[in-house]
Structures are given as structure tokens and as C-alpha cells.
């Protein structure tokens, strides 16, 4: 809205840490031009343009639960200004109701009265700009969002809630005409109406309806010199003196000069000309915005190649043997690589691979370009196939694997990318389906009356499958019909809601109980008892579910304090108990520490979670149960890798969340936080939104402990490394179907949120295995010193 320019989807990442903008903007403009600005609200403005503002006071806006201290701040120094001479633009920015919306959704009953905070200052202001107007001192009072809500209260996405805001102009006369504008427009406008020039960067057009007050003259001169401005870009693209806008252009500068040239300067020929420029404006600002971004075609190429190297090693084993030949390949296949790498990095090349600029760190980029290339040509060249172990595995197995590269294939649709969930849903309710009738008709040969415990929990499952898919609605087509969570939020009461939680929080006291050992069931029953309840105090200060009447008002920093503490001295308790474990049966320490780090995913989780989303994980954890039952047995032990991972995929969705950004639970990241701790906020974000498919592999390497207690720290890389190829599968592909529909309609609002989830899962997903590996090895090294000693 400063520039008038339109940002790169990876700004999306970039500003979570503003940086100064040098380019060229509104506000930059003003100042060169003695006007005397004042600001006050997000601290983001002053890291953008600092020492621009001639009084300013910024707070933090990442801090989302703030709703009052930011537009606090802001209200009170208004009533100041308001009553001063020495300005000529402010600038305000609330907060409140964009952080009430991401915390408790749009409809809070917080919404309300912050709607009305906002009517009343913008009522206080609209008086004095009307009182100055009265007394001929021109004053334009603009009100707008950067952008919208939808009803889950989060954005990003493309969706009309979230692209469409008002813009409410006081102080001014224009039609009474409604109709969109685009963001980039207010530059060109705002810069017109204070009589500075546009920004170099604009590609936005002049809005006349807020120039009603102007002459045709200097209306037409307005929109010469936003043309001409647009016009100076425009001629860089090949090929533009064919286009209609050119035309337009052309024909607009020579009815405007005819006009000029008149004597009586006929008003007649103004809507033509009008039109004329309009016309050429907006078809040149269509085609510079989606000309914008510049594709570096060989990094693009690079990372793919990289990815295949490594979904081959993945799926490779090491030769048993080493041959003349092995090396002739190693050496080619380097030489290919350098060749490779000589070719894209040529500093003469227009897009040079990270070498466009010769700083530390695109040397450093390439450096580590080059290096894992050379590892990946080597471990490729000296890995093979095994071919004699596809012989091996059941139809089952290769059933699950086409159903699983199937997903991968569908991604290269919309449509399938914006309701993945549905594919995940359909996926995992036929493999309930298919089991429940085998094991019914295994229980019929061996004539059994009564059906089996197990047989009841699949049905069970199967029932709970329909239910929390209502859970929570998402996707992009049915995302706005009512579910589950909505109505429990949109009780008066907060009773159900309190149920809802204190069901979950009982579900995972209760199978912890029956999983533990006999000699540690009742500490243990106490433990979870007191975490249990400080999770809940957790969510009753939000307001969420009953908070007693004589409890203190509170925060949540205070109980998310003691919460941490406890899991401090619970984390020194279970280092303890594998230090006996490791004394009298080391042979399980994998096992016991696989069960003490799921313990510790899920309790994080369920204080990180909305309340209503805490259910999830004792029912995830159940099927987990029906999971090792299905397949204990020696023929359908393959089968767990794809049971996981489409089970924690289709938790993912029940949480609610989808490949739009919208659905980013940022509320998450600052639970028990009083400051904006990017670090911190981001751990616990990736945490909330990948709490369901961390919980899978957790619970895929925790079962093969159980079934095979001798597991070394190997044999667990091994199985992470399996699991892992079933991430790269769709990450590979999907990065060869982003990069060639790159200028597709929806690359934007589908097709780049989706590789950014997926890139962000993978990293997850590695850091997590990385510590579980560091995990097993030090207590299998610990546990070999303890046997010496």
C-alpha cells in the first residue's frame, strides 16, 4: 500500500522479521517533500521506514495476544495529535481485532465490542476532519485493512474474506459508486492527493472517484502521468507495441493533446480520453504484475535433481562388491556434475546460480551447492536397487504403495491439492473397511458367536472416523459449513467445551494407566493427574471452557510457567527411570525411551492445541492400538509404514488444517509467551500443526519396539528411513509439477502454499528424527558403558 508494488509469495516467510524498504514509496516521497508524519501503532512502520516519522510510538505486533495494549497506545496519543498544528500526515495502525481473530475466530463475543472501540474512534476522528473541511483546511481521512478474516480466523489464503476489505474514504466527495480496487492502487492515489510524485515502483492506477473535487484538466493529468508512469515499465517487455495497451496508450496521448490544443477544451471528448487511459493503465498494470517474478530455472532444476539423488539413495542399499566399473561411474558421473555446475554458475550467465551478487552468502549457497551434489553423484554411483525384495512383498503391501503414489500423481490438480483432506479421508475409511470385513470373516471360519474385542474396536473406529471429520470443517469448497468445533465455540455456555476437554485429558490418563508398568501405575496416575490440570488451567484462563469462580485472573504465563518447570523435573524422573532400565534390561532402552518421548509429543501438544482439538490425541493413540493388533503378525508387518502414514494424515486434516495458510493456528505460537520470541513462536507453531504426523511416526517406530524388543539404533534409522520415502515421493514429484506449472492461474494461491507445507513437514519431520537417533545412540552408548562397568 506504501509502494504501490506487488510482494513475492516467499514474503510470506520474509516477514516475520521486517526489514527497511529503500525502494521507492509513498511515505518516502512525503517526507522528501516537507511533509511532517506521525505514526503510531505496529513497530513494523518504524523498522520500514526508519527516521522517517516526526513522532512515532511503536509496539510489538507480533504478540497476538494483545488486544488491548497496541490500540491502547494508539487511541491515546490520537487524542493528543488531534489538537496539534505540526503535522501533515498520520498514520495509525490497530491491532486488536486482527489478533482477537486469530486467537478466539471472528465470531468471539471479543469481536463486538472491539467493532465498536474502532466506530467510536473513527467516529472522534471523522469530526475533526469535517470541522477542518468546514474551515477550508482539505483533509483526507482514509480507514482500511491490509487484508480479511475467514470464519476459522486466520488468512492467507485467496478466498474473498480474506482478499476483500472496505476502504472508507471521509473528508472528501467522490461517487456513489461501489466497486474493487486493487492494494497497489492507494500509492498511486494517496501520492496524486498530496501532490508528490508517484513511486517508481507503482504499478497501481489513480482511483478518481476520491478526485471528484478536481478539474478535468488536472484529472486528465493525473492519469497521463500514472500511464506514463506504468508506461516506462511497461516498454520493457518484448513484443509490448502490440498489445492493446500500447494502442490505447498511444491513441489516449493523442486525444489528450487534441483536447489541449483546443480552444474551448469541448468536455465531450473527456470521457473518451478517460477511458482510453484507463484502458491502457489497467491492461499494463495486468500484464507488469503477472510478469513480475523472475524464475531461476537452474536453482530450480538443481534442488529437483538433489531431491531425485536422494529419494534414490533412500530406496537404494550399498553395493556388496566394488568393481572397476563402480569407479569409471563415480568419475563420469562427477565430471557430469562439474560440467553441470560450470554451466550454471558462469558468473557471465543472466541468472547465475546464487552468484548474482557475490556475498558470503551466496558463495557459501554454492559451496554447499556443490558439495552435496558431489556426495549425492557418489552415493548414487556405488548404491543399488534391491530388485530380489519387491518379489517379496504381499499384494497388501503393494496395494498400499500404488494408493499411496496415486495421492502423489493427484497432486498435480487443484482441486485435489485444495481438498487433499477428502483423498486422506477416503484412503484411510477403506483400509478400516477392509480390515473390519477381514477380520470378520476370519472370525466366521473359525466360528466364533460372539464378535471379538478387537472386531468392536474397528467398528468403533470406524464410527469415530465420521464423527471427526465434522470436527473441524476444511479445505477450500466446504470450508464454510458448520462443524463441530464452531458449535462448541458458539455455545453460551462454555460447558461443553470443558467436557470436550476434560473427555480428552481423562482418555490420556486413562491409557497411560494401562500402559505403564505395574510397579509405576500409581506415581504415574499422580503425575498425569497434576499435568492434566495444569493443562486445563492452561485453557480455562482463555476463557475456553469453566474457569472456577475463585480462581485469580490471570494471563496463562504464570500456570505455562509451572507447566514448564514440572516438565522439567518430569523429564529428570524418566531420565532416571532409564538409567535402571539400562541396568537391568538394556535391551529394551529404545523402547522405554521411545514411550517417555511420545509422552512427552503428546502432553506439549494438548497444551498447544484449542481445547476441543485436544480429543485427537487419545483417539490417535487408539488407533495406534488397533494399528499393532493388525499387524503383529509376521505377514502384514510391511503394512505399518502406510497404516501410519495415512492414519496421521488424516489427523492432520481432522485438526482442521488444509494447504491454505489461512488455517495456521497462530494463536499457538505465543501460548504462556507475555513477548513476540520468533524462535520460540515458530517451534511452537510447527508443533501444533504437525503434532498428528510427528505423533504417527512416534507411534510407527514405538510398535516395531514392541514387536521387536533387540532393535538397535540402526535398525531405527532404517525404519525412519523408510518412513521418510513415503515424504519424498510427493515432495519430489511436487516440486517437478510447481516448477512447470509455475505460470499457472492458482500458482499462488494453491499450488506454492502447498510446497511451502510440504517443505516445512520435511523439515519437521528431519529435526525430529535427527534427535531421535541422537537419542538411541547415546543410550545404546551409555548402555554398552554401563554393561563394561
Known sequence: MTTGSVPNFIEVVL????????????????????????????????????????????????????????DYNVTRNVAIELEQKDWSVMILHYLGLDHIGHIAGPFSPLIKPKLEEMDEIIGSIESYVSAWNRNHEPTLFLVCGDHGMKDSGGHGGATSEETLVPLLAFGRPCTNKNEDIAQIDIASTLSVLLGTPIPSSNLGSVILELMSELTWSQKLFALYYNAEQLFLQY?????????????NYQNAIKLHS??????????????????????????????????????????????????????????SVDRQFTTRRNYITVIISTYISWAFLNQILDPESQSALFLQELDSNSILLAAAAIVTLFVNCYLCATRTIPIYQFKTLTSLEILLAIGTLLHTISLCGTSFVEEEHQTWYFYWITLLTFFTHKTFREESKQSKENPSEFYTYLIIVMIVHRVLRKLNSTGDKYAHLPD????????????????????????????????????????????????????YIRHAVTDTVFKPSFYFDSR???????????????????????????????????SHSLFFILKKWVIISCVLHRPYNVILLPLQLIVGVVIHNLTKN???????????????????????????????????GYVGLESYLPVITGIFLSINTYSAPILGLLLYLYDYSLQYPLLSSKSMLSLCTQYTFWRLVPITFYTIVTSLQRYHLFVWTVFSPKLLYEAMYCIVLFSVMFLLQFNFIFYEWRSTQTKIL
Do not use: C
Open 15 to 70: 516477514n516475520l522479521g521486517a526489514n527497511e524498504i529503500f525502494g521507492d514509496s509513498t511515505v518516502r516521497q512525503a517526507y522528501r517533500h516537507g511533509h511532517k508524519i506521525i505514526f503510531y501503532g505496529d513497530d513494523t512502520w518504524l523498522k520500514l521506514f526508519p527516521n522517517i516519522f516526526h513522532r512515532n510510538e511503536g509496539t510489538n505486533s507480533f504478540y497476538v495476544n494483545d488486544f488491548t495494549e497496541v
Open 235 to 247: 516498454q520493457k517487455i518484448p513484443s509490448y507495441s502490440t498489445t492493446d495497451a500500447f494502442t
Open 258 to 315: 487534441a483536447w489541449l490544443n483546443a480552444n474551448s477544451h469541448p468536455n465531450e471528448m473527456v470521457p473518451d480520453i478517460i477511458l482510453m487511459y484507463q484502458s491502457a493503465i489497467v491492461e499494463m498494470k495486468n500484464t507488469l504484475t503477472s510478469s513480475l517474478l523472475e524464475y531461476n530455472v537452474q536453482a530450480m532444476t538443481l534442488a529437483t535433481v538433489l531431491l531425485g539423488h536422494i529419494l534414490y539413495i533412500f530406496l
Open 484 to 535: 463441530l468445533s464452531g458449535w462448541l465455540q458458539n455455545q453460551e455456555s462454555n460447558i461443553p467445551m470443558t467436557v470436550v476437554l476434560v473427555s480428552g485429558l481423562s482418555l490420556l490418563i486413562l491409557i497411560d494407566y494401562l500402559h505403564e508398568q505395574p510397579q509405576h501405575k500409581k506415581y504415574v496416575l499422580v503425575l498425569d493427574g497434576f499435568i492434566a490440570t495444569l493443562t
Open 556 to 590: 496463562g504465563t504464570v500456570e505455562m510457567y509451572y507447566f514448564w518447570a514440572f516438565m522439567g523435573t518430569y523429564l529428570v524422573h524418566n531420565t532416571y527411570r532409564l538409567a535402571i532400565t539400562m541396568r537391568h534390561n538394556r535391551h529394551k532402552i529404545i
Open 634 to 668: 509376521q505377514n502384514n508387518s510391511g503394512v505399518k509404514v502406510y497404516l501410519y502414514l495415512w492414519s496421521s494424515n488424516a489427523f492432520y486434516f481432522y485438526q482442521g488444517n488444509s494447504n491454505s495458510l489461512a488455517t495456521i493456528d497462530v494463536a499457538a
